[in-house]
C-alpha cells in the first residue's frame, strides 16, 4: 500500500521490480523476493503480460509488467498478518495479504488490469 504524493490517492501494488540485464523474468521475480522479504520462492510461473500507461506523482509513465505466482518455501508465512521488508533504498514496509475486498476500501490495486487478470485466473474472487 503506498499514496500517489500528487493526488493523495492510496493504491495496493504486489510485491516485485524490475528485470536487470540478461536477467530472466522469473529469476528476475525471486532475487526481489529475496532481496524485499529475505525469503526464496519456487514453482515461480508466468500468469500474464500487463501494459501499464499510468501518472505518479504528476509524471506519466508506460511499462510492460510480467505477473507472476509463486509459493513461499516457508508456508508459515501463509499464517502472518503482514511480512516485514525493504526496499532497494532501506526503507522498511510491511507486505500484508489482501483480498478483493481490501481493493474497494482500501484503494485501487495496480497496475490497472491485475484484478481482473487474478479473477479470471480464479486467484482473487
Do not use: M
Request: hydrophobic share 35%; aromatic share 8%.
Amino acid at each position: 500500500v503506498f499514496d500517489d504524493p500528487a493526488s493523495g490517492q492510496t493504491l495496493c501494488r504486489p510485491l516485485g521490480g524490475g528485470i536487470e540485464f540478461g536477467e530472466p523474468g522469473r529469476d528476475a521475480i525471486a532475487r526481489e523476493i529475496r532481496e524485499e522479504l529475505d525469503q526464496p520462492i519456487s514453482d515461480v510461473r508466468l500468469l500474464g503480460t500487463l501494459e501499464s500507461l499510468f501518472t505518479y506523482a504528476g509524471t506519466p509513465g508506460h511499462e510492460i509488467v510480467q505477473v507472476y505466482d509463486a509459493r513461499f518455501d516457508d508456508a508459515s508465512l501463509y499464517q502472518q498478518a503482514w511480512l516485514n521488508g525493504h526496499e532497494s533504498n532501506g526503507s522498511p514496509f510491511r507486505a500484508r495479504w489482501c483480498d478483493s475486498a481490501d481493493f474497494d476500501r482500501i484503494g485501487p490495486l495496480v497496475p490497472e488490469g491485475l484484478q481482473a487478470l487474478l479473477r479470471d485466473l480464479s486467484l482473487l474472487a
